[in-house]
């Protein structure tokens, strides 16, 4: 069995300070406030939307409905624990980061395209920077417990091939795809508001970049990148991966109308670099909200999924 299960859709990485104090607007939107309250850690309120239970249901019902009952199996605990565990932990690296640059969080939602920490601090792009690029590292450490646990398992071997009647070994080996794609995508995709596309910013003004001319770049960037995306769902029938490159689009075109309204002060992402009049360098106190709206904590699986 060489090739590998279809792995979960990708997943859309970011944080979302909106929901902290400050003067840009909330990102927060009737749509991305269905949902239910599931624990807390470390003090962290977590809260799944109501589409999340859904989505693991069509997926189970889908892995079952060819009648291979491993297949279906497969499916359910990559789609659900396993999903739920590595977007969980994502998440929670963009939140410890915040707390390190003496920031805020409030709460961590999960929903079908991934997972947003909402969270806020006083910092500059470096500080952004730090933040953006927590997530995707937690990629690394939970990529070594899965190699670990496939080694225990196997004999001591590691590798990613599918073998028959080695259910949990291919469980680790499909976690461990899953792991390296949200990493790499959430990484190097520099697409707002990706994970990698928060980086990019940072890295923008970091470099000595005008606002507003980060923002024109932003957009572009992302558009293209959206586009790409979309195109890839349709080529693979990757449904979910055309639903994230729309919502970057979506979320691309927000930032290009503030930005050509000279409100950048009004954007989650800028807001705090303007002088809150427009899109003029600037300083402001407070924890103003450094958001990229939505998204996963990573891209659950590769692209190549057919999810």
Known sequence: MSSHYAPPAPRAGTYDSSQNPGNAQSTATPFMERTFPCGSLFGIPIKIHVLFPIYMLITALYGFSGGDPEYGAMQLLLNGPVLFGTVLVHELGHCFATWHVGGQVRQILLWPLGGLAYVGHDGDASDDLKVSIAGPLTHIPQSLVWVVLLAA???????????????????????????????????????????????????????????????????????????????????????????????????????????????????????????????????????????????????????????
Not at 154 to 179: H, K, M, P, W, Y
Request: glycine content about 16%; hydrophobic content about 45%; proline content about 3%.
């Open 153 to 307: 398992s196997n004999n001591g071997q590691v590798s990613l091939t599918l073998e028959r009647d080695a259910f949990f070994a291919n469980l680790c080996r499909e976690a461990i795809v899953i792991n390296v794609a949200l990493f790499a995508f959430n990484l190097l995709v520099p697409a707002y508001p990706l994970d990698g596309g928060r980086i990019f910013c940072a890295s923008l003004l970091l470099c000595g970049v005008g606002v507003s001319t980060a923002a024109t770049v932003t957009v572009y960037v992302s558009a293209v990148l959206a586009l790409l995306i979309i195109a890839l769902g349709v080529y693979l029938y990757n449904v979910m991966s055309i639903f994230v490159g729309a919502w970057v689009g979506a979320k691309a075109y927000e930032l290009y109308k503030v930005n050509q309204q000279g409100r950048l002060d009004l954007h989650p992402v800028f807001n705090k670099y303007c002088d809150g009049g427009g899109s003029n360098p600037g300083g402001g106190g407070g924890a103003q909200p450094r958001s990229a709206d939505a998204g996963a904590g990573g891209i659950a699986g590769a692209l190549g999924g057919s999810g």
